[in-house]
């Protein structure tokens, strides 16, 4: 197995940081106080069992879904909780500031999650036009040359529809990366594709992880995990069990993160 | 300015009047309903006949009597099949058949969809076992067919309901034509139209959440 | 009925046909404002019910309840001859009629659109959130365009609901088909042609809006949601 990619010289501490985030959903503690920091430069991946709390926890660093207690710390400013589940127009004005925080932030999903009834550049369009103020002619070039990028230079005008799954995630890729986020966030990313279009994306995400992109990572691809990461998050019923470089973790004695991985690479 | 005199007291004189002429909205409704049924099940099995000929004539029945709206059906039965075919038909007699004639055609795409809804699967195994075809249709197909066919049905209901209001432009005396008529001597439209309006949104609203409410049950049975 | 005449006769019918179209265009044309209004409406009572606020959700749920609930027959009384003669409106009976079957519409139209709305994906949601995009934006730009697909055939159906229930516009006077058709068939004593005949243009109104309606839905489906949806489905 290869090296990991060299780990940033500098880790420049509070880039992103969540302090004791904790969701609920119904009686359902999804995330209990987790504490975690994240590097710049840093590519972080993590890894559990289905309904360990992975995707809510990525879901909660741009508050798709917002924690209900603790705080996100993002290049020196903090986000909290919404303030009330009662005062509405707080909660409003709150809303509008956090669209601030996420477009700081790009995410890729696991159902690749583009607009179906939008042509490939009007996908990675609608954030320069509607979020960074940019006039249609300069967003279409940028979408462009963001699509090329990805490979996609011949495919800039095609519904989504005409595309294989593989190229709706490079859609999903570039639409993110146009409004040059200063972090990334995967959300099992692979996990719809079909195999043979699994190392493409994967490369991609290889790629930005070379160009210095902070990353946050959660993937099955135990391969690659262990190839791509600086450190690993391995995660157990809603808690951190346990954060290690790559040689750490494949080397744990934590009996729960050792059967994980055993169960999943064999 | 308004002259307007609001006198409530006078629902409480003419209740009685106006419940009756409620009951007999219920009555047309309920016996258009079943007329709706019968011929909508009849629609239903032509549809799904085996001969072209059937289907179409079906299809086309079905077509043309959902979309011929329910108060020019009302008059074309009374006005004009009475007088052309020389059928006296009582004023209940023409609502209760152009609200069954309506309902019916709304009836057929509803069964019509509860047994094409039931698995082709069943009438296989139910072959496959030697059973007679009306035997495998009455004891396979139609039991799990009603499931899906009573939520919808009673929303048709609701509809004729609805309609059945309008029964009394030919003269039925149902609620609105009490309603009407006792307007004229104490003028207070208002007071009246009012009353007959929330009893009609109580009344559909409550038959509604009935059929929502069943639809769920029915639901929960079906992957049994 | 005197024996000389034909069984059926339809000349008074094409001696009227002038008449009888001129009503066809005026229920026609009411049906059509009161359609776009019950849009607006219908999408902001939608809207309204699927907010935060509580308040509103109910004041919506309550909105849908009612006009969904009512006859059409009794809310145009009541509105003509009831809160009209007891507010000292004089209202039109166009104007009023229109209303009417605009508010009706609504209900019915907020519930279609709420569905719609809700059977957009929530990916898609969080798609628009992550990029940073406004709640409003994200409902303008991502979910009202994906529940307009859906919206369609439930709409188109509205639609010839609407021109059907015009013929109830008469009560008030509207000089709407029906009630042509009611006084010709009174004038030249041929009820059974005059309503044949009004059913029959009613008929075509509702095939031309459905075909329509197809057509319009096959159009958008070219690039539709759907791909996606069986996507995610299979996952």
Known sequence: MSSPVSAPDALAPDFLKLVGVSKTFGNHRVLDKIDLAVSEGEVLVIIGPSGSGKSTLLRCINFIAAPDEGEVIFQGHSWKAMSSKYNFLANRKYEQKLTVLRSEIGMVFQNFNVFPHMTAAQNVMLGLTKVRKQSKDNARKAAVEALSQVGLAEKVDQYPEKLSGGQKQRVAIARALALQPKVMLFDEATSSLDPELVNGILEEIRRLAKAGMTMVVVTHEMNFAFQVAHRIVFMDQGRIVEIGTPDQIRKTTEPRTRSFLSAILN | MNSYKFDWAVIDKYLP?????????????????????????????????????????????????????????LFWVYYGLSLKFHVLFTEFQAGALALGITGGAYMAEVFRGGLLAVDPGQREAAMAMGISKSTTFFHVIFPQALRVVVPPSVNVYVGLLKGATIVSVIGVSDMIYVAQYVSLQTFTPFELYSVAGIVFVALTVSISGFAWMLERRLGRGRSE | MNSAQPFFDFTSVWSSMPILLKGFAIAMACATVAIIIAILLGLIVALMRLSRVKILRWIAFIYTQFFRGIPLYVLIIWVYFGLAIAAGVNLPAIPAGIITLALLNSGYLSETFRSGILAVNKGQIEAGMALGLSRRNVMLHIVLPQAFRVIIPPLGNQYVDAIKDTAILSIIGVPELMRESKALANLYYRPFEFYTFAGLLYLFAVLVVSRGVSVLEKKLSAHSAQTTVIIDVLN
């Open chain 2, 17 to 73: 009047e106006l419940l009756k002429g409620l009951w007999i909205t219920l009555e047309v409704s309920l016996v258009g309903m079943a007329i709706a049924l019968i011929f909508g099940l009849l629609l239903a099995m032509g549809r799904l006949s085996p001969l072209r000929l059937t289907r179409s004539v079906a299809n086309g029945i079905t077509q043309v009597f959902r979309s011929i709206p329910l108060f020019v059906m």
